[in-house]
Each structure stands twice: as C-alpha cells, then as structure tokens.
C-alpha cells in the first residue's frame, strides 16, 4: 500500500468511527436517570430491553474513555464515561464480590456466570477512565480489580466449576483476555506486575495452543497441550485466534518491534486465515473443527461482526509491521467484505449477526453481547496504527531530504 | 385424507422407522465393551467423539424398548436396551444423586447442569424397559425417580440457581416434559400418581402460557403468567409449544377426547404455526419474538430437525381427532418439508441443522443433543395413531356391513 491509500485508510477509520459508530449510540445510550448505558438496541436504534449487560457496560465505559484518550476532551464522552464507572461501581458487584453479568436498568442483579469477563472489562474501563479523568480513585480500582482477575486466573476453584474435573482442560482465552486486559492496564495508567504477567501469557500460548504441524490456533488443550479428541476439543475459533494474534503483535510493537513475537503473530493469523476464511462466499467463519469434522455449536457457519473486526486489526498491524503485500492484500479482503455485508449505511453502526452466504440474519445492533466495543475499538485502533505509521514516514522523509 | 392416504402414510412411518432410522442407529451404536451407546456421528454413520450425553443414553433406550412394546420381542432391541439401562444405572448418577448431562464412553462425569432432563428421559427409558423386559427393578427406579422429578418439579431450591430472584420466571419446559414423562410411566407401567399430576400441569400451561388475546403460547413467563418485556421473556419457541400441543392432544384422547383439550391442543397448534411456519422458505423457525423484535440466540431462524418431528406429530394427531383438513393440509406440508431437506436418501436418518433457506448448514446426525429420539419417537407415534385410527375405522366398517 501507498501512502496515498494509507492515508485515506486512516482518515476513512476516523471518518466512520466520530461520525458513523459513536453517533449510533451517543449520546441516547447513556442512562442519566439510573446510571450506566441502554445498549440493547435495533438496527434504527429503537431500545429492544433496558436490561444492563455487565461486560457491555464496562466495555461501553472503555470506549468513551478511550475517545477522550486519543481525540482529547469532550464533555458528553467524559461524562458519559463516568456514568458507567459509577454505575459498575454501585450495582454490578454482587454481595460476594463477584460482579454480576446481567442486571436490570435500576442495578439489580439477574445473573451471575462462572467467569470474570466482567472483572476484565471493569478493569480496562477503570484504567482508560482514570487517564481521561486523572480520577486517582478509578485508577486505585483498575488496579484492586487487575489484582482480583491474576487470583481468578491463577485459582480456578475460586469459582464454581462448570466442568467435573474428569478431562483438565485450558482454554486460550484466559491468558488472551488477561494479556489484553494488563497491556491496556498498561498503557493507560501504568502498572509493574503487567510485563512480567504478559511474558508469562504469551509462553503459554505459544506453548501449548500453537500447533505448527497442523499449522492451527487450538482454542483449547488438554494440561500438558495436546489436542483432546472430542468435539469441544476440536473445536476452533478463528476469529478469537487471530484476535490473539494481533495481542501479539502488538505486544512485539511495544518491544521496539521484536521479531519473535512478530514471527509468532504472523503465523497464529496466517493458519488461522486458512482455516477461518471462506472461500466460497467470503468472511471469517465463526467455528471449524480441526479435522473438518461437524462442531456442536449451531451457528458455526455464521459470520459474526467482531471476528472481522479483529481480522481487520491483525491484518493491517501484521502489514506494517511486516511490509509483507500478503496482509495488505488480505486486509482488503476482510475490510471489503465487512464493510460491503455488515456496515448498515442507513442508520450507521453494523449489523451483528450474517448468514453464511453474507444474507442478514437479524437486525439487532445491541443486545447481551453485543455494544459499542469491537467495531469502535477496530476503528480506534486501525486509526491509530496508521496515524503513528504515516508520522514516523513523514519524520523518516523529513530526515531523508 | 381418505383410507387409501392414511394407510399408505402409516405404511411409511413403519418402513421408515425400521427400515431407514433405527438401522442407522442400531446395532452399530450399541456399545458392548463399556455399556450405553456410541451415538455422536456423522452422517455416514462415522463416529465423531466416543463420549455419552446422557439425555441421548436415555432416549436411546427408550427407543430401544419402545420398539420391543410395540413390535414384539427382538433381542437386538431388548439387550441393547438393557445395556443403556445398566449403564445409565452405573456410570451416570454423581455421588450427590444428581444425574450426569455428559460422561466419557467409561461413564466418568465431565459435567452435570442445572436442570433434571437427564432424569425424565431416565424415568421414560426405564418404564418403557421395564415393560419390556418385566423386571421389576427397573419399574421400581423408574417410579423412584419420577418422584425425584417431581420434587425438583415442585421444589426448585433443590438445584443450584442460575439467576437471581430479582425476576422470577416460569418456564413451560416444567410443565411439558413432567406432563410426558408422567404420560410414558403412566402407558407402561402405570402409576397413580401421574393423572392428578398431569391435570395439575396441563392447568398451568393453559393458566399461565397460552395467550388468546394475541395468539401465542410462551416459551416463559412471570409468576403471575404476564409478559416479561425483556429479550427472553419474549422469546418464542414454535416447535417447543407444538410438541405442548401434541402432549395435551394425546391428553384428550386418553381421556376418551375431552373436548376442552382437543380445543386447547389445537389452538396452541394454531397460534404456533401462525408464528413458526416460514411462509418464505417453508419449515419451522426456531425462535420467534413474540413482538417480532430480535431474539438473542444466534440460529433463531435456522431449521431443526425436532420442531418438525413435534409438528408432524401434532398436525396429523389433530386431524385424526377433528377430521378438520386444515390440520391435513399442514401436515402434508410439514411432512413435505421435512422428508425433503432432513432425510438422508444416500445414509439413512435425518440431518440436523439446516440453514433458513433450507441448505444444510453442518452433517451431524448425532451430537450432545441429537440422537435416536425426536425422529423415531414421531415415525413410531405417527404409526401408531394412524394405525389405531384405521383399526377402528375398520371395526367401524364391520359393523356396518
């Protein structure tokens, strides 16, 4: 790619990310009367539930903080973003101390799951929010609940288990979300047990999810890595791979470009774009098995709006880093298709939820899993990876002249 | 339909039953080395994971003796009934007295849930075994634990909670799978519990879920049966509510056609295929929003192959018992549909997963939730009322001469 096309890839990610997403859901979004966001939503924007999806609101916080973060003040975001840290703060702790994972619009607790993704996206709204506010206290919080997820993480048994403990399994998405979650810690307020934290998470993936033989992101291995050879164990998660891969990458980047981390980016996205993009019809696929054979879930062929997000992002992160025309041409793919099959030009913001042959399958914008995170976030982070790259050639040819 | 059509499609339920479902199930799955069956395979009858979902254990020896009840003594059937008898009695209660969901093919524990389905299919599998068989000790755990259903029935403390009490709910899953599990016990064995209890369920479903002002028949509900204005409260399941229907017909006709339940069948039957038939593509939707907003599940508009066993079911069941032809009509439709996209001419059995427009979305015959159940069970009770129908039409016909 040129710096012509660079430059109006940069510009195009800006242009949709302040004018396109974050008008879609603010200012409406933001609950002045109860605290925290309305996010579940329609393709018009119409409200489908006033329930609170506890991850949505932390990631929700992120988003509007971040914003502030990189475009600089702005009253609505900033306050915005402090009424989703207040409002995790006072309703989305359980008793226990376990955050909730579903509550209603008022705070009360409908659901709690076997797992601390809400701990994580709290932490990263922490964070994020503590930088844009220099409130100390948030960050004080980023930092208690950082410490909570490394004790989640390293003690299985502190919450109930799903499984019998007959077939030990690690998924990859602990040590991904935990990575992500201390580079963000990180980067935003600065914190001494993330390098070390990060180091260890990324031996842990290499080591046991990486399969260079069958070239393959396993999404989850049995304790000592091997594959377990049943349909859970099989199966594989594109999109959730390739995600991991650009954590990689950009932890390679923030290590003045370290080429074994590069190395080792590049090929997590290179098996996984095998296996993940359809060829027939395009897109990312949502589950493969890794011998091909039938997976459990039903949507497995479905195309999802946040895997391409996060192929967009390792795409285009694998191409500057690399100068390798592959992932400039593979970022054209995935950006083409996204772009064509679930941006909604009417209304703005992407649809969710695509068939497999790219037809729509729902209309929903917002709803329990779904909110302003990967699609702003993809915007965001592509906006600034080019922003930087352009600056550093501008300087470069500065210099050169 | 006229004598010549009902008895050529009872002739083809039967041969279909024995000649195309079972033999793709049996013996091959019956697994004699550990006990249970090998029933998770492709479509070409490939095992695809050697682990037992015991829900299936169950239903598969329901199957099992279902045939011998109702075809005569085979011993294939009947040892292969008693060897997922014996192991569900081995390897699939925890030392709690909880039942397992999942086991390994040795019959150790991966995981249990929070509900008691492994249960009722275990109460149905060893009443219908025990009339086949007449050991008494299966007639005995089968009335032994049709008591421990009905006490996590009326009891829901008993098993951990998987959301708050900040919004109670109630589901017709309870009141349908207690009201057919009774019916099972109750047409085998016998039990005098089940007709007071079945009666006490029925009045729930027509109380609490079945709404005429709007037509529709909810999946769940609040305490006092009114609406839950949230995504899951509105969510519907057609082909879930059309087997309700077909549990109460079959209801009516025990109780020599009551007419308030052939008039409550067939109306749940109505409002359901108003809101389930894909009037575009044809076949069953999975999931409905009663206000037709999104759902959240991601394959609600993909095709099962169970909601159109339940519809088959129901329509023919209330065309026998009304003789009203709109119900033949449906049923000729349903069937259609079914036999042309499910059924695997080349492999026998049907697929499991179609996509909207009715291409197959993934080969699985058999995985945690399909297996030899929800089409044997219908070529089996569409046989049997078609059968009983025209007896009686005959004897009908010998008086009359």
């Known amino acids: 790619m040129n ?5 109006s890839l940069r510009d195009f990610y800006k242009k949709q990310l302040l004018e396109d997403t974050i008008p879609f859901w603010f200012p409406r979004s933001i609950d002045w009367e109860y605290g925290g966001y309305l996010l579940m939503r329609d393709q018009d924007g119409s409200l489908i539930d006033d329930d609170k ?3 949505i609101q932390g990631r929700a916080a992120w988003t509007l903080s971040t914003l502030v973060n990189t475009f600089g003040k702005n009253e609505m975001w900033l306050n915005g973003a402090k009424n989703g840290i207040d409002f995790l703060n006072k309703h989305c702790f359980d008793t226990d101390g376990q955050m909730f994972f579903h509550v209603t619009r008022q705070g009360e607790g409908i659901r709690k799951r076997r797992y601390y993704f809400s701990e994580t996206f709290a932490v990263i709204a922490h964070a ?3 930088k844009a506010s220099g409130d100390e206290s948030a960050a004080q919080k980023a930092r208690e609940l950082f410490g909570k997820c490394l004790q989640y993480a390293t003690n299985p048994t502190l919450l109930p288990a799903k499984f019998t403990n ?4 690690r998924a990859i998405g602990v040590p991904m979300i935990m990575m992500n979650t201390a580079q963000q810690l990180r980067e935003t307020i600065g914190d ?8 260890t998470w990324i031996q842990e993936i290499e080591q046991y999810f990486v399969k260079d033989d069958i070239r393959c992101v396993m999404e989850s ?3 000592d890595g091997s594959i377990i050879e049943h349909i859970d164990g099989r199966t594989l998660n594109p999109g959730h791979a390739i995600e991991g891969a650009w954590f990689i990458l950009h932890e390679a980047r923030y290590r003045n470009n370290d080429p074994h981390l590069i190395e080792l980016g590049c090929k997590m996205l290179d098996y996984m774009w095998e296996r993940g993009w359809d060829k027939e019809h395009g897109g990312i696929l949502y589950f493969r098995d890794v011998y091909d054979k039938p997976v459990q879930e039903y949507w ?4 999802f709006w946040w895997p391409h997000n996060e192929t967009i992002i390792a795409t285009l992160l694998a191409y500057l880093m690399t100068g390798n025309e592959k992932y400039a041409q593979w970022h054209q793919m995935v950006h083409n298709y996204a772009y064509q099959h679930f941006h909604d030009p009417i209304n703005g913001e992407w649809f969710g939820y695509l068939h497999r042959d ?7 914008k917002g709803n329990l899993f779904k909110g302003p995170f990967h699609l702003p976030r993809q915007e965001w982070y592509c906006y600034k990876i080019l922003n930087d790259f352009l600056e550093k050639e501008n300087k470069t040819s500065a210099v050169d002249f």
């Open 166 to 169: 007959t077939r030990p399994t």
């Open 192 to 199: 001494e047990r993330c390098d070390v934290w990060i180091e």
């Open 300 to 303: 497995q062929d479905m195309k």
């Open 3 to 7: 710096i012509q096309r660079l430059t």
């Open 221 to 223: 291995v049995a304790l």
């Open 53 to 55: 999806a506890v991850w």
């Open 358 to 364: 790219g037809s729509l399958a729902q209309t929903a």
């Open 128 to 130: 994020a929010y503590a």
